[in-house]
Nanobody
Framework: VQLQASGGGLVQAGGSLRLSCAAS????????VGWFRQAPGKEREFVAA????????GYADSVKGRFTISRDNAKNTVSLQMNSLKPEDTAVYYC?????????????????WGQGTLVTVSS
């Protein structure tokens, strides 16, 4: 399974962006998908994840209430709607396919990784 993340860019604080993750294979619909991010000089961190059916989601405390993850299995895509963006959200965002159908905030549970898309939030 190959994953392709897109939708990053430069936005002012308080603005919104929508990231998309497209998968190359239909089997993607059986796996949970997560978004992670890595800021310069920092460790990669969990952002949000969704289970295979799309009826269970999880978020990092830092993005709760601002970010929303969703998926469309018919189109093999997962989206991350990011609102009220802050400068501290600046990072490269990666989507990843989980080994299992349930979501996890542990990056070790994710086997398939996209190439990342850069989000820059200016103050």
């Amino acid at each position: 399974v190959q994953l392709q993340a897109s939708g990053g860019g430069l936005v002012q604080a308080g603005g919104s962006l929508r990231l998309s993750c497209a998968a190359s294979k239909r089997t993607f619909s059986n796996n949970a998908v997560g978004w992670f991010r890595q800021a310069p000089g920092k460790e990669r961190e969990f952002v949000a994840a969704i289970n295979w059916r799309g009826d269970s989601t999880g978020y990092a405390d830092s993005v709760k209430g601002r970010f929303t993850i969703s998926r469309d299995n018919a189109k093999n895509t997962v989206s991350l709607q990011m609102n009220s963006l802050k400068p501290e959200d600046t990072a490269v965002y990666y989507c990843a396919g989980n080994l299992f159908s349930s979501w996890s905030d542990d990056s070790r549970m994710y086997r398939y990784w996209g190439q990342g898309t850069l989000v820059t939030v200016s103050s």
